[in-house]
């Protein structure tokens, strides 16, 4: 493939920020004082993110459908940590490589 670097990179960071969800979700558990409500909502945010990026990246194909469904987690994750500086930034990285990524396979030829 062409693009071996930037599948690998592209690959690291869906795995790392999925696990900085997966960890937020853990924190918001451990230490949530206010109602349930918001905690559910948290949850259901940082978990369904976390989901989407890696069925989008391990179960769909490299493609399009990849490219939309890591995007989608990537936003739906990182909403409730938009306060934060890293988070923001992981996230538009994530999206331009899948998004770069899906470009790159629907212009390669077939073979």
Same mark, same amino acid.
């Given at each position: 493939?062409?693009?071996?670097? +930037?599948?690998?990179?592209?690959?690291?960071l869906?795995?790392? #920020?999925?696990? +900085?969800?997966?960890?937020?979700a853990?924190i918001?558990?451990?230490?949530?004082?206010?109602?349930?409500?918001?905690?559910?909502?948290w949850?259901?945010? #940082?978990?369904?993110?976390?989901?989407?990026?890696?069925?989008?990246?391990? #179960? %769909?194909?490299a493609?399009?459908?990849?490219?939309?469904?890591?995007?989608?987690?990537?936003? %739906?994750?990182? +909403?409730?940590?938009?306060?934060?500086?890293?988070?923001?930034?992981?996230?538009?990285?994530?999206?331009?490589?899948?998004?770069?990524?899906?470009?790159?396979?629907?212009?390669?030829?077939?073979?």
């Amino acid at each position: 493939m062409k693009f071996d670097g +930037l599948a690998s990179a592209t690959r690291f960071l869906v795995f790392a #920020l999925a696990g +900085l969800y997966g960890m937020a979700a853990i924190i918001v558990l451990l230490y949530a004082g206010w109602g349930t409500g918001r905690t559910v909502s948290w949850l259901v945010f #940082l978990l369904g993110g976390a989901g989407l990026m890696l069925v989008g990246q391990l #179960l %769909a194909p490299a493609g399009w459908l990849s490219a939309m469904l890591v995007s989608a987690g990537a936003v %739906a994750g990182g +909403l409730p940590l938009l306060v934060t500086i890293v988070v923001p930034i992981a996230v538009a990285a994530v999206i331009a490589c899948s998004v770069s990524l899906a470009r790159a396979h629907s212009a390669a030829p077939p073979g």
